[in-house]
Structure formats: structure tokens, C-alpha cells
């Protein structure tokens, strides 16, 4: 993955240098001079806020004008998956954490920077990435693999290509095997296997509304409002699931507390003061 970035790099909107801020802490008041909630702070970390060029292909057109700046700030949300994520343009934008951060810190570009986990094992019709040039193909562009050679691999540039492979022969006679070949070192490409990734680098950009990123504040407002509540009234009723789409088994609260495995609670967790959160709300309460 490393490697593959390092190849990605220049094409993306994430300059190196003084135009790039990694870990970024972002604060908003979220009820200004309210009498019950003003003060508290709704805050976020953002993993990258570049600083790019207004044009850059990547990101969604508009008409940037001199007022705005030089340079394009984008949000960019680093993810690791084991499956891709959705690529149709814009769709960024719709992403809650993206959405949130959007109406923290004012920018409305947003991309997401997901890295696909997959295995290493190469075979026919496994779709990878080039670390190293092969033929017309440049390192960095996705392909398909055609065929494996021992320690080559024939690519092609996508799944219909392999059935035009497929048309040329079965593969099983010598003849077949004969015209595969003809037909691949025409259409296709040979790389040696360590020259390619099963990994997946994808960047996927938008560019949030105000409204939607002020929806994504009324969101946060409605969850300290039912936290103080739960202060208050020193009720926490969990809402934990077992079942897909709220299956909550592997989050390790659940596990400690719900189903109080003390083991688990012991190893995991750690009481960081004598005083709890309903003992610091009266203190605050009697200032």
C-alpha cells in the first residue's frame, strides 16, 4: 500500500510540503449564548486538510474565483476496507463524517482516501494495480489479470477483454494455447508478478451543501442534547443490536458492560478518576 501510494501521489490533490495539514483538531460552539447548552464545543480530527489546485481533475468542478484564494482546501478522510467503495461522482459528499467535519471547519470539499485490503494470491480475473511499468500499461493504472506464467502474469485492461481472450481458444489444446497468446501480446501485457498489487487505492471526492453540512450540526445538537439529558436524569439506556444493520457484538462496550464479561472489562478498560460524569455536571451546575 505504501508503495502503491507513493506511485498514486502526484496524481492526487494532496500536495507535499506546507499545503497539507495532517491531524487537524476542529471545534464549533454548537448552541452560541444558549442558556442551558452554550459553551459546549462538538470536535473533530481531521486526518488531512489539503490545500489544492482549484482545477485539479479530481475534484468537482466550479468556478473558483480570485476572492476565494489561491489554493482549494479539501477535506480528505484516510479509510481502509476490504471492499471498494462507491465511485459515483459526488458521492463523497453524502459520507456522515465527512458531512460533520464539513460543518465544523467551514470547507465544503471532501474526499474520502480508501486503501482496499485484499489477498495476495494472483490468479485469472483478479483485478490489481500496476507497481512497475508492463507494456502500454503506466504503474498506477488497474488491470486485469489474463493469465498467470509461473512468475508472470498477462494483463489486460478490464473483464470484457478476458472473454475476447476466451474467444480465441479454450486454452486445453496446443493450438488454442497458440492463439492466446498471439491475441494477448497484442491486446495485452506482460508483468512480472511482484510488479503488481491486489491492493486498491481509490479517491473519491465532493463537495457538501450548506445545507446538508448545517443538517449534520442539527445532528450533532440532537445528540448533546439527549447526552445532557442522560446527565441529568443519570439514565443511559443502551440501544445495542445483535442483528445486521445495528449488530453491535464485536464493539467492545457492548462486551464489557452488556454482556459484563469482567475479563474482557479488565483488560480493556482502565478508571481514569474517582468522580463520574454525574458528579462533574453538579459541579458545574453549582458554579
Known amino acids: 500500500m505504501v508503495r502503491l501510494y507513493q ?3 502526484p496524481s492526487l490533490p494532496i500536495p507535499m510540503g506546507a499545503r497539507v495539514v495532517f491531524q487537524k483538531p476542529m471545534g464549533r460552539e454548537v448552541f452560541p449564548e444558549d442558556p442551558v447548552y452554550g459553551g459546549i464545543i462538538d470536535e473533530g480530527k481531521l486526518d488531512i486538510i489539503a490545500y489544492a489546485d482549484p482545477d485539479h481533475p479530481m475534484l468537482p468542478r466550479v468556478e473558483w ?21 462507491p465511485e459515483q461522482p459526488g458521492i463523497a459528499a453524502f459520507d456522515k463524517q465527512l ?65 475476447e481472450m476466451d474467444r480465441q481458444g479454450d486454452g486445453k489444446t496446443k493450438a488454442g494455447r497458440e492463439a492466446r497468446t498471439v491475441w494477448l501480446k497484442q491486446y495485452g501485457a506482460l508483468s512480472r508478478a511482484s510488479g503488481v498489487t491486489r491492493q486498491r487505492l481509490q479517491f473519491i471526492s465532493g463537495l457538501v451543501s450548506l445545507e446538508s453540512a448545517n443538517d449534520a450540526g442539527a445532528i450533532a445538537a440532537r445528540q448533546i442534547v439527549e447526552i445532557v439529558r442522560s446527565w441529568k436524569t443519570k439514565s443511559w439506556p443502551q440501544t445495542f443490536g445483535i442483528r445486521f444493520p445495528n449488530d453491535d457484538r464485536n464493539d467492545p462496550y457492548f462486551r464489557a458492560f452488556v454482556l459484563e ?23 458545574t451546575e453549582g458554579e
Not at 476572492?67 to 482546501?73: K, N, Q, S, V, W
Not at 498506477?140 to 472473454?163: C, S
Not at 469482567?262 to 478498560?269: A, D, I, L, V
Open 7 to 9: 506511485i498514486r501521489q
Open 65 to 85: 474565483r480570485p476572492e476565494y484564494g489561491i489554493y482549494r482546501p479539501v477535506i480528505i478522510d484516510i479509510k481502509t476496507s476490504g471492499i471498494d467503495f
Open 99 to 163: 458531512r460533520r467535519y464539513s460543518w465544523l471547519s467551514g470547507i465544503r470539499d471532501v474526499a474520502l482516501l480508501g486503501f482496499k485490503k485484499a489477498g495476495r494470491s494472483l490468479k485469472k480475473g483478479s483485478s490489481i494495480t500496476l507497481l512497475e511499468d508492463a507494456g502500454n500499461f503506466k504503474a498506477g493504472e488497474e488491470a486485469v489479470i489474463a493469465a498467470v506464467d509461473e512468475d508472470n502474469i498477462w494483463i489486460v485492461k478490464n473483464d470484457y477483454m478476458i472473454e
Open 261 to 283: 464479561d469482567e475479563n474482557y472489562r479488565n483488560e480493556h478498560f482502565t478508571k481514569s478518576a474517582e468522580e463520574s460524569f454525574a458528579d462533574l455536571l453538579e459541579d
